[in-house]
C-alpha cells in the first residue's frame, strides 16, 4: 500500500511540473528524475503482483485519512510556476540585452577598423 502510495504522490508531481516550461538544464535533469521515479515505482508494483503479493490501488481509510492532493498543494505548485515563469522572462530578458551588448560593441570595433570615429561614438 505504501508502494502505491507512493507512485500516486510521484504522479501528482510529476503531473503539475508537466505545465512548467524546462529547457535543458538541471531542473530538466530533475524533472526527468520524477518521470524514471514513477517509472521505478511502476517496475517494482509490477514485480510484487507478479511475484503474487498483495497490491491494493486503494489506500486503507482508516490508516491513510488525508487524500493525496492535501500532500501536493496545487496552489503552492501553481505560485512556483509563476514565480519560475517570471525568473525565465527576466533571464531571457538579459540574455537579449547582453547580446545587443556584444552586437554594439562588435559594431564599433569594425566602424573603428573602417576609420569611422563617429559611428563608432554612435555605437
Given at each position: 500500500q505504501s508502494v502505491v502510495l507512493a507512485r500516486n504522490l510521484v504522479q501528482?508531481?510529476?503531473?503539475?511540473?508537466?505545465?512548467f516550461d524546462f529547457r535543458n538544464g538541471p531542473l530538466r535533469r530533475k524533472f526527468d528524475g520524477v518521470?524514471?521515479?514513477?517509472?521505478?515505482?511502476?517496475?517494482?508494483?509490477y514485480e510484487l503482483s507478479v511475484t503474487g503479493a498483495s497490491v491494493t490501488e486503494q489506500p486503507d481509510a482508516k490508516r491513510?485519512?488525508?487524500?493525496?492532493?492535501?500532500?501536493?498543494?496545487?496552489?503552492?505548485?501553481?505560485?512556483?510556476?509563476?514565480?519560475y515563469r517570471h525568473?525565465?522572462?527576466?533571464?531571457?530578458t538579459l540574455i537579449k540585452k547582453s547580446r545587443d551588448g556584444q552586437k554594439a560593441a562588435k559594431n564599433a570595433i569594425y566602424a573603428l577598423?573602417?576609420?569611422?570615429?563617429?559611428k563608432a561614438q554612435q555605437l
Amino acid at each position: 500500500q505504501s508502494v502505491v502510495l507512493a507512485r500516486n504522490l510521484v504522479q501528482q508531481i510529476q503531473t503539475q511540473l508537466q505545465e512548467f516550461d524546462f529547457r535543458n538544464g538541471p531542473l530538466r535533469r530533475k524533472f526527468d528524475g520524477v518521470k524514471y521515479a514513477v517509472k521505478n515505482l511502476e517496475t517494482f508494483l509490477y514485480e510484487l503482483s507478479v511475484t503474487g503479493a498483495s497490491v491494493t490501488e486503494q489506500p486503507d481509510a482508516k490508516r491513510f485519512k488525508e487524500d493525496l492532493s492535501l500532500l501536493v498543494s496545487v496552489d503552492e505548485m501553481t505560485a512556483l510556476e509563476q514565480r519560475y515563469r517570471h525568473r525565465d522572462e527576466l533571464r531571457e530578458t538579459l540574455i537579449k540585452k547582453s547580446r545587443d551588448g556584444q552586437k554594439a560593441a562588435k559594431n564599433a570595433i569594425y566602424a573603428l577598423h573602417r576609420g569611422d570615429r563617429a559611428k563608432a561614438q554612435q555605437l
